[in-house]
């Protein structure tokens, strides 16, 4: 089967501007995350699904960002009113349930002009 | 909230030479995994701990979860260039068997080696 997908694999916007990243999980797959990694270093947690619900919403750095899944499955993140310290990439994973292991999609590099 | 010190941040290392990666909490982990980075690529799951003292190996690698389930350590012997990538542990934040749970990601070891 397919793993988990995510596009665009790159996004050049201007500042200001909204931007909408796409998560398409492993079949199956209850569990959603997506992290953020800026050049060089480790993950920043952002948000996580369970289901079409959200436990968790601590990680997202400020009202610009929200994200939303639908149906169980797939998810969206989106960024509003990007700013220069957007710039990173966004790395989803999903997971059979909570605490299992991740699989990682090749992620969405973002780079806010 | 649930935090995890993982050391060193980085390892150079002559190939052949053995590597370790650390990581520790100041609070009784549920579980912990593994994953590696290579450059360019995304984080691949390598295994996962549950158990006080649990010791488990992949070939090579060397993966440990202490007694009081606090601190793990990934260990490769003979490190060959394949090897070279971040290493994360990634511990669990929630009620473990329970139905909602998250890992909280180290900052990670970058590995290097040099043929």
């Known amino acids: 089967g397919a793993g988990v997908s995510q596009s665009p694999s790159n996004k050049v916007t201007e500042k200001g501007k909204d931007v909408e990243l796409r998560c398409d999980p492993i079949?199956?797959?209850?569990?959603l995350y997506w992290y953020r990694q800026s050049l060089g270093q480790g993950l920043e947690f952002l948000i996580y699904?369970?289901?079409?619900?959200?436990?968790?919403k601590s990680g997202l750095p400020s009202d610009r960002f929200s994200a939303e899944r639908t149906g169980g499955s797939v998810s969206t993140l989106t960024i509003q009113r990007t700013q220069q310290e957007d710039s990173a990439v966004y790395l989803c994973a999903s997971s059979f349930g909570a605490f299992g292991k991740q699989f990682f999609g090749p992620g969405t590099r973002l780079t806010v002009l | 909230g649930q935090q995890v010190m993982q050391i060193p941040q980085y390892q150079h290392v002559q190939e052949g030479e053995d590597f370790t990666t650390y990581c520790n909490s100041s609070t009784t982990l549920s579980n912990i995994q593994w994953y590696k980075q290579r450059p360019g690529g995304h984080p691949v799951f390598l295994i996962q701990l549950v158990k006080s003292g649990e010791v488990k190996k992949q070939k090579r690698l060397t993966f440990q979860f202490g007694e009081a389930k606090k601190n793990s350590s990934l260990h490769i012997t003979a490190t060959q260039t394949t090897d070279v990538g971040t290493y994360f542990c990634?511990?669990?934040?929630?009620?473990?068997?329970?139905?909602?749970?998250?890992?909280?990601f180290g900052k990670g070891t970058k590995l290097s080696v040099k043929p």
């Open positions: 079949s199956g797959h209850t569990a």
């Open positions: 990634a511990v669990g934040v929630g009620n473990y068997g329970g139905s909602q749970g998250n890992l909280i």
């Open positions: 699904f369970q289901g079409n619900s959200a436990p968790d």
